[in-house]
Nanobody, 125 residues
């Protein structure tokens, strides 16, 4: 069982940066693939980024954020991060942290077993 708590959201102007954090509790955090998803009002939850377990050697990003966002993890702190740069108004959404126990990259929400409560990110133009 894994509990996830996101933090770091807020209001930022277009072109600015934010860093989201997701603190995990429970055992064997380093074994889990971790991911960030987001959901804007009236839209479906969409994949943002994922990072593999152990040393985080594998990452994957949605095309819409590749080159602007970076996912990382600190297993000693049981925390995964999402550094978001060059933010755009279309990045406005509730951002969710998710975890799954697996051996391959996954980009769809049903593949993840554990979810945080979400943190709001608002980018003003």
């Amino acid at each position: 069982q894994v509990q996830l708590v996101e933090s770091g959201g807020g209001l930022v102007q277009a072109g600015g940066s934010l860093r989201l954090s997701c603190a995990a509790s429970g055992r064997s955090f380093s074994n889990y693939f971790m991911a960030w998803f987001r959901q804007a009002p009236g839209k479906e939850r969409e994949f943002v980024a994922t990072i593999s377990g152990w040393n985080g050697g594998t990452t994957d990003y949605a095309d819409s954020v590749r080159g602007r966002f970076q996912i990382s993890r600190d297993n000693a702190k049981n925390t995964v991060y999402l550094q978001m740069n060059s933010l755009k108004p279309e990045d406005t959404a509730v951002y969710y942290c998710a975890a799954r126990f697996g051996l391959a990259v996954a980009r769809t929400a049903p593949e993840y077993s554990y979810w945080g409560q979400g943190t709001q990110v608002t980018v003003s133009s």
